[in-house]
């Protein structure tokens, strides 16, 4: 058979709804000022869907020193990867000022936080070790895992027996090989918005040996007193060997960091294949990630805002009755049942009706007959967007309960 006919019958999981739900489902255009309020499809919507956290993407200070970085140095500089040719003070002094915040020896910067974690598992492990994770860890684990030759384990999310009774097991077998044990866990989940439950992983370090890395995309920025972070939030900080962050989230930017003790983070810098034979970050992206950097170490403001709307708007819809499941950060899950066909349903009635962008999550990034809507609150939204969007979630809810998006009486745009 030839391969590219096979593929073109072969979707994906995911691809088998590309062409109904192409262009609005998925693949959106939001268009304008990063904000609470874009266009889509010529209208203007408000948007729960970026996770520019901290409002700081479209921020003037932050667009100035974007624009002042570029003018200066261009997108080209420097060329090469790090180890040949593309290593800068810069760059160097970016991962000291993120070591110093999240409390770290050494930080290193990843060039996407996804490629990153690829290699800083790829070259953690060998065959001899054992690899221990979460059930519901990002793709980006999951991908850094299929590099592993040696045995890997996972426990249902947050399932602290289980996590025990795995890392028994994987005790059991490192004696016999002489490998090490590694866990990963997230620090906030970015579709549930719960926490790893770094209490609980980090004291099994009493009753094992194991090394843990904690991915904390979400938390990163967002989480902790001085958004250092989930484990800063946990005050885990000391028994969390590896700390992973993304500035594609909270720090609207490009690129992330691994930081932890400085013989490690060597290590990783001359064994992560992504970053050796990769082109280093450029230096709008890393002057950009100082000052952002600067603005969260220095303004609160932005976090106790981003908490306020956040903490608004998961009051707001638990008390009109919505599960948002175990979420005790930023993001928010509505969690609705029912069939893929209602979920795009629903959300297009948010979007045409109420003028509301939410992403929508459905089977099989989440179980069969579970709809996932998923709010971002963000600095940039307002209390009046708080309230609005209430009320629009109760309406639909009644609907939803009234059986008429599966009548198909508000049907206008399905998916199946
Ligand atoms: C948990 C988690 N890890 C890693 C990443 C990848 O980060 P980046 O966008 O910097 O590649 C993401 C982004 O979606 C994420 O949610």
């Given at each position: 058979m030839d391969l590219f006919e096979k593929i073109v019958k072969k979707p994906g999981p995911i691809g088998i709804?590309?062409?109904?739900?192409?262009?609005?489902?998925?693949f959106p255009k939001l268009e304008g000022e990063l904000s609470n309020k874009m266009v889509f499809m010529g209208k203007e919507r408000l948007v729960?869907?970026?996770?520019n956290y901290l409002g700081l993407g479209n921020h003037p200070e932050v667009r100035k020193a974007d624009a002042e970085a570029a003018a200066q140095?261009?997108?080209?500089?420097?060329?090469?990867a790090r180890m040949m040719s593309g290593h800068t003070d810069y760059h160097e002094k970016l991962e000291n000022e993120l070591a110093a915040y999240v409390g770290r020896e050494a930080a290193y910067l990843l060039n996407y936080g996804y490629q990153g974690m690829l290699s800083i598992i790829d070259s953690l492990v060998d065959r001899k070790d054992v690899i221990v994770y979460d059930s519901e860890a990002h793709a980006c684990i999951i991908d850094g895992m299929r590099l592993h030759f040696g045995k890997r384990f996972v426990y249902p999310h947050n399932d602290m027996n289980n996590l025990d009774k795995e890392l028994e097991r994987a005790t059991k077998i490192v004696k016999e090989t002489g490998g090490g044990i590694l866990v990963i866990t997230e620090g906030?989940?970015?579709?549930?918005?719960?926490?790893?439950n770094l209490k609980e992983i980090t004291r099994l370090k009493d009753k094992y040996q194991f090394r843990l890395l904690v991915d904390d995309a979400h938390g990163?920025?967002?989480?902790g007193p001085t958004g250092a972070g989930t484990d800063e939030h946990f005050g885990v900080r000391d028994k969390v060997d590896l700390y992973f962050g993304t500035?594609?989230?909270?720090?609207?930017?490009i690129g992330g960091f691994i930081a932890g003790k400085k013989e490690i983070i060597w290590h990783l810098m001359y064994n992560m294949r992504s970053q050796v034979f990769a082109k280093s970050l450029p230096m709008p992206m890393v002057i950009g990630a100082l000052k952002r950097l600067e603005m969260v170490k220095t303004m609160p403001e932005f976090r106790e805002k981003l908490w306020k709307i956040a903490n608004a708007l998961q009051k707001g819809l638990r008390d009109k009755g919505f599960n948002l499941g175990n979420?005790?950060?930023?993001?928010?899950p509505v969690i609705l049942s029912g069939e893929v066909a209602e979920a795009t349903q629903i959300t297009y009635d948010l979007r045409e009706n109420y003028n509301i962008f939410c992403s929508i999550v459905s089977f099989p990034v989440v179980p069969k007959g579970i709809i996932l809507l998923r709010l971002i609150p963000t600095a940039s939204h307002t209390m009046e967007d708080v309230e609005y969007t209430i009320k629009a979630f109760s309406e639909v809810k009644e609907k939803l309960d009234a059986g008429k998006y599966a009548s198909g009486e508000i049907e206008k745009m399905v998916v199946e």
């Open positions: 709804y590309r062409d109904k739900a192409h262009g609005y489902y998925m729960w869907s970026l996770n140095w261009g997108l080209a500089y420097p060329m090469g906030v989940y970015g579709m549930s918005g719960d926490l790893g990163f920025g967002t989480m500035f594609a989230k909270a720090f609207a930017g979420t005790e950060s930023p993001v928010t």
